[in-house]
């Protein structure tokens, strides 16, 4: 799945304005299931945590005093945050905003962008058997193939770009076989797409097909916009972000393992990590792609 910001993450940004306030709250709330021991998931959930940061109300004391009482019983803090309700999703929805639309597998997604071409995924092959449009064959080290082809780690990717003028191609890319996610996405140039199918990712020249180049980020769990001119896409311990120019940054490893895109801006982009002993929130700079608040993994750990 491809994540929009998160609305709580924006919620607690506003809630919690002060440098390194919101980075706090994530690590407490991310800290709350393993210190309770009981009921992780429902703790882990939206619902749960939502009910603690609008109990804070911008507070840390009232915050902690709230993660004490979820560490409790959780039922109590959806009384007192008046979530235990029926109508408790409506009233989520009046206090975060509606929730963001998830990324479907295998389905085209604008993002901010604003594409100068539309792309299908997965169109029907018409009995012809024939396509009746040029065909690019995709491997996932970059090469090309000509028929037949062949996905040796799963199942490809078949991709209709129309362009200008009605022009059309089909791109046929192969799977990445390390488990990821399988979509398509705009890209900030208007004439760039980014298509992942099993973690692999191509950035594509629709016009100049020929010039398609792999990612070797992989896999990739995670793609969404920061701002307008950035495309972020996270695997499980890096991030790298795409430009209108082509690649801007690959991070260094930010953490052991699981890393998750909470929100991105022009400016920053919000995640969490594991670490050796712990789960911890950490900021990186979208311009450059460094680390700018949380914990560092040590000097001498392979790839930090």
Excluded at 143 to 155: D, I, L, V
Excluded at 183 to 201: E, H, K, N, R, Y
Excluded at 236 to 245: G, K, V, Y
């Amino acid at each position: 799945m491809a994540d929009t910001p998160s609305r709580l993450g924006r919620r607690i940004q506003r809630d919690f304005p002060k440098p390194g306030s919101a980075n706090g709250v994530h690590n407490l709330l991310a800290e709350l299931p393993r210190r309770a021991g009981y009921d992780s998931d429902i703790l882990a959930s939206e619902r749960i945590q939502a009910a603690i940061v609008l109990l804070a109300g911008g507070d840390l004391r009232r915050l902690r005093q709230a993660i004490d009482l979820a560490a409790s019983d959780w039922r109590d803090v959806l009384v007192a945050a008046g979530l235990a309700d029926e109508n408790w999703p409506q009233r989520l929805d009046e206090e975060l905003g509606e929730p963001p639309q998830q990324v479907s597998s295998r389905a085209f997604h604008s993002l901010e962008f604003a594409p100068a071409y539309s792309c299908e995924l997965d169109p029907e092959l018409p009995g012809t058997g024939d396509w009746g449009h040029p065909v690019h064959h995709f491997y996932r080290d970059g090469s090309r193939a000509t028929e037949p082809f062949r996905s040796r780690w799963g199942a490809p990717l078949i991709a209709r770009f129309t362009l200008p003028f009605d022009d059309k191609w089909i791109g046929i890319f192969e799977a990445g076989g390390l488990g990821g996610i399988d979509s398509a996405f705009a890209c900030p140039d208007p004439l760039s797409a980014l298509v992942i199918c099993d973690g692999q990712a191509y950035l594509i020249d629709v016009q100049e097909p020929d010039n398609t180049t792999t990612i070797r980020l992989r896999p990739i769990t995670q793609a969404c916009s920061a701002g307008r001119d950035l495309i972020v896409l996270a695997s499980f311990s890096e991030l790298m972000a795409i430009a209108p120019s082509g690649q801007a940054w690959v991070s260094q490893r930010l953490c052991v393992d699981d890393l998750r895109i909470v929100s991105a801006s022009g400016e920053s982009i919000e995640c969490i990590g594991d670490f050796v002993s712990s789960t911890d929130s950490l900021s990186v700079n979208a311009r450059t792609g460094e680390l700018r608040d949380g914990p560092r993994l040590p000097d001498g750990w392979p790839g930090s």
